[in-house]
């Protein structure tokens, strides 16, 4: 599992809430807790696009 970059971390948003994210490391998504969403991390590549994202 490749570490997800803290500088892209910090300009990444949630496409809906357009909020900050946080790193979940052991599910290894991006969590916007603004949006109720979880985006995956595959590859070490974030995708961000909503319909990929689960609810939390």
């Known amino acids: 599992m490749a570490a997800l970059d803290k500088k892209l971390l910090e300009i990444l948003v949630c496409p809906i809430s357009k909020k900050p ?16 969403l ?16 689960r609810k939390i």
């Open 21 to 36: 994210l946080s790193h979940n490391e052991d599910t290894n998504e991006l969590i916007c807790k603004e949006s109720g």
């Open 38 to 53: 979880a985006y995956p991390i595959k590859d070490g590549i974030p995708v961000m696009l909503p319909e990929e994202a």
